[in-house]
């Protein structure tokens, strides 16, 4: 699929084909369901997501118009902004979206409101693509959420 403003969106995937009972392979597929973004690729960077916690988990779904491939840093942090853990990345689907599961840690129970800190830029560990689309150091993004050519988004995980 392509878009009008140039980036191209490709799927892919794998299966099994087992034969059947006369040795013969046959498969069928349906209709490709397409939920990806309008906005995909746009420069104008739109990043939304919501955590929950449980006592175990803190599980993080989001949706954004960054291209699939692009890294996000995923940060838990005080109401004070003081980051309370080493964080984890998270690699954005085809379609934008994206989806972490981090462990709920005990010391996290002495905080009484914690906040998730999500940050995008492209780096030395960002693939070409990436690096090409929203510039070197990210000087191509625009948008409410871009401060110094980062992306930028803290969210409150609910309990």
């Known amino acids: 699929m392509v878009f009008g403003f140039g980036v191209a969106v490709k799927a892919k995937t794998s299966f099994y ?12 597929f349906g209709d490709i369901e397409e939920n990806i973004p309008r906005d995909l ?3 104008n960077i739109r ?13 993080i779904d989001g949706q954004s118009n960054l291209l699939g491939g692009s890294i996000l840093s995923v940060i ?26 981090m462990e709920n840690q005990d010391d996290y129970d002495q ?3 914690l906040f998730i800190e999500f940050s995008f830029a492209p780096t030395e560990l960002s693939s070409s ?6 510039g070197v150091e990210g000087e191509k993004m625009k948008g ?6 980062h992306t930028y988004l803290i969210i409150p995980i609910e309990e």
Do not use: C
């Open 144 to 149: 409410d959420l871009v401060k110094n050519n």
């Open 129 to 134: 693509w990436i690096i090409e689309h929203y």
């Open 111 to 113: 905080y009484d409101e």
């Open 47 to 59: 990043l939304e997501a919501e955590a929950k916690a449980d006592d175990d988990y803190i599980y």
């Open 41 to 43: 690729g746009h420069l």
């Open 17 to 28: 084909v087992l034969p059947n009972k006369d040795g013969k392979f046959e498969t069928s």
């Open 76 to 101: 838990v942090l005080t109401k004070e902004e003081e980051f309370i853990n080493m964080g984890q990345y998270v690699i954005v689907n085809p379609d934008g979206s994206f989806n972490l599961i």
